[in-house]
């Protein structure tokens, strides 16, 4: 088949650019031909609390991607979707995590439906965002409306999306694992390439720091006096999306400066090896959740994960399986990483986790779109 992926891709950093490129690749892996059309401008500067939109990483080989698509400009998403419809792909495929993207992926999606041939599929991260905005669900009833089906990542989304419709074609399929990041290296090794104590353990909070994330939650359960009788630190990996202040406050205040590692600069992705592979346990307190691909990075070093019983997180972490699912509160996230480092948990879980990988293959994503393609056709 024909397809195009519209949505994030190099030069432009972080997981949603790794999911498209990774789908792209495993696409072409299959025979297929793909193409991914990208922005020209994907933020404006206030949706984007970062440093920098942009990676520094080289572009991926192989791969076909147009900078093509400005977010804010309408007349834009006419051209674009006239160019794409004039291609005509079989599919085009949207990762849709956001509903500021509703009105340019509506748009463009409408006019490339114009050629009577092309089918739009969107994977669905959230259809209701963790952080609400006025107008969000009026612009993802009109994204829904130009979307002939749709694959959710979490159970939680799926019936999110039953909110702005019911009958159109549907499928549940777990986010793939991120296999990209490199190769598993020994413990030892990652410590000292991050210039960590060898002889310490360690906790890894990953990801651009939310404040749905709730990483003052896991602050809070360091700061447990049994926590601090035991030889663990935290590190944080990863980029402030907000103000820092007050995380930083909470450090001071709590007295955990000495035991927190912070490494709050953007990760590049030959370095992600490094900090899922110096961990003992991977923690998401997150406060709210549908999925998250830092779960899929931890699947692929064989990392255990504590995660929080929200959204579709404890789908993916079967509790006392590869991990811990706990309720996002401070001291139950404490008495889990307490169980964990003193009775040993961590060979057991990562023997499970090399066997509950296997259920995370690209494969499964790439089967969805086509059985939804199927659907749709008849």
């Known amino acids: 088949m024909k397809i195009i992926i519209l949505g994030t891709a190099h030069p432009y950093r972080g997981g949603l650019s790794a999911f498209n490129e990774r789908l792209a690749l495993e696409y072409q892996q299959m025979g297929h031909e793909v193409e991914i059309y990208t922005f020209t401008l994907q933020y404006p500067s206030f949706l984007f609390p970062g440093k920098t939109q942009y990676s520094d990483d080289a572009a991926p080989a192989g791969l076909t991607i147009h900078r093509r698509v400005n977010s ?65 669900k009026m612009f993802s009833r009109y994204f829904v409306g130009a979307t002939d089906g749709f694959v959710a990542m979490s159970h939680s989304v799926l019936n999110d999306l039953s909110l702005f419709n019911k009958q159109k074609p549907r499928a549940f399929c777990p986010h793939p694992l991120y296999d ?29 720091i939310r404040g749905y994330k709730g990483l003052d939650l896991l602050f809070d359960a360091f700061s447990d006096q049994r926590m601090k009788d035991l030889n663990v630190k935290l590190i944080v990996a990863g980029e402030f999306y907000g103000d820092p202040k007050p995380y930083m406050e909470q450090i001071k205040h709590l007295g955990i400066a000495d035991r927190v590692e912070l490494h ?7 370095r992600v090896n490094r900090y899922f592979c110096a961990a003992d346990i991977v923690a998401q307190p997150y406060k709210t959740a549908t999925q998250s691909g830092v779960t899929q990075v931890a699947f692929h070093f064989e990392r ?75």
């Open 72 to 136: 804010c400009n309408p007349m834009n998403w006419i051209s674009v979707g006239r160019e794409i419809a004039k291609k005509r792909p079989d599919i085009m495929i949207t990762k849709y995590w956001l509903p500021f993207m509703a009105p340019c992926f509506g748009t463009i999606a409408r006019r490339v439906k114009r050629n009577h041939h092309t089918r739009t599929i969107s994977i669905l991260d959230n259809i209701i965002p963790h952080e609400h905005r006025i107008g969000d």
């Open 180 to 208: 990209h990041y490199g190769e598993r290296m020994d413990k030892n090794e990652a410590k000292t390439l991050l210039g960590l104590d060898a002889d310490t353990h360690y906790v890894l909070f990953f990801g651009f």
């Open 304 to 378: 255990p994960m504590l995660v929080t019983n929200v959204g579709g997180l404890p789908e993916i972490v079967p509790d006392g399986k590869i991990g811990y699912v706990v309720e996002p509160d401070k001291t139950e996230i404490a008495n889990a990483l307490i169980r964990y480092f003193e009775q040993g948990d961590e060979d057991a879980f990562v023997q499970n986790l090399k066997v509950e990988k296997q259920k995370y293959a690209w494969s499964n994503m790439t089967d969805a779109i086509t059985n939804l393609y199927t659907q749709i056709n008849q």
């Open 264 to 270: 709050t600069d953007f990760i590049p992705d030959s």
